[in-house]
């Protein structure tokens, strides 16, 4: 059957206190977070299954997934690695229709994978769920570059209103201190994008939208459109960059750095932000970015302009 990727099912961000990244949710972007739990199915179908390891908090169309590696113990071991305060992005994952045929061709491609306990997945058949009979595996970075999470968009369900047949993106809320309209890019730093490109590009059908400088971020960088998203592979050029010290966090492969969103009033990100004495990592006239040691451990970034190439309208 052909595959392809619908939208990302949400980044993963590690962190070391979930009460935290609830409160900053709420105080700075003005949004509500809810437990996994409210994910996952009845506890006596998954008796084994952790519970309470996660927040999951919608931003516009992109589902944000807190997960605190202490307390995401999956068959008795935990399986994520702990991370350093305030946390840090680590991967994300894909929802797409054909997942066990893209593992097939990932298999025929030399990209390996592994289930939710880290376990090498066959040859043969893909892993599946710790909490329901479906397929979900990560790719290996040795492989792959980063780990990327593939799982079925028809298992997908509450809270995750993207599930819903029909859903669209909401105009921009009077309500919202930051005039979101959508995630305008995710950036991956790398130091050979070759990787990223076989499995974004060469695997996953993604389209290359622009290439170019990005100069704030210093980085040569390539935006490729997959999906819903935006997906910028960037290369640091300048020893000593911001960029070039966070991708040494998980050399020698890539690192999930950063969220980018198009937002309707920069001015009124800039006062919001100011207003909750949250300082800037680094700006320009057309793009803010936060010191990410103030902001859950996320540099995030706020633009009131499109990458080029990108044809998604605002809502």
């Not at 076989?198 to 939208?209: D, S």
């Not at 300048?238 to 070039?244: D, V």
Request: aromatic share 10%; proline share 9%; hydrophobic share 35%.
């Amino acid at each position: 059957m052909a595959y392809k990727v619908r939208y990302m099912w949400h980044p993963t961000h590690k962190v070391t206190d979930l009460k935290a990244c609830e409160k900053f949710f709420h105080d700075v972007f003005n949004l509500e977070s809810t437990p996994v739990e409210a994910n996952l199915p009845p506890k006596e179908e998954c008796p084994t299954y952790p519970r309470d390891y996660s927040i999951l908090t919608m931003i516009r169309e992109v589902m944000f997934d807190c997960v605190d590696p202490t307390k995401y113990i999956v068959e008795g071991r935990q399986s994520l690695e702990d991370v350093g305060e305030p946390g840090h992005l680590f991967c994300f994952g894909l929802a797409v229709d054909g997942a066990d045929e893209i593992y097939k061709v990932c298999i025929e491609n030399g990209i390996r994978s592994t289930d939710q306990a880290n376990r090498l997945g066959s040859l043969k058949k893909p892993p599946i769920t710790g909490f329901k009979n479906a397929t979900l595996f990560f790719t290996l970075p040795e492989s792959a570059g980063l780990r990327y999470q593939i799982y079925p968009h028809d298992a997908t369900g509450p809270p995750d209103p993207r599930a819903e047949p029909g859903w669209k993106l909401p105009p921009v809320s009077e309500n919202d201190p930051l005039s979101l309209e959508f995630c305008s890019h995710h950036t991956i730093l790398t130091a050979n994008p070759a990787k990223a490109f076989n499995f974004l590009i060469g695997i996953l059908k993604g389209k290359i939208i622009n290439q170019g400088r990005n100069e704030l971020l210093e980085t040569d960088s390539t935006y490729i459109s997959l999906g819903d998203g935006v997906y910028e592979v960037a290369v640091p050029t300048r020893a000593g960059s911001f960029a070039a010290e966070d991708l040494k966090l998980n050399a020698p492969f890539d690192t999930y750095h950063a969220l980018t969103w198009k937002v309707r009033d920069l001015a009124k990100v800039r006062r919001h932000l100011e207003a909750k004495k949250i300082p800037l990592l680094m700006q320009n006239e057309h793009t803010i970015i936060t010191d990410p040691k103030h902001t859950i451990g996320v540099p995030w970034g706020f633009t009131d302009q499109k990458v080029p190439g990108d044809l998604r309208l605002s809502p």
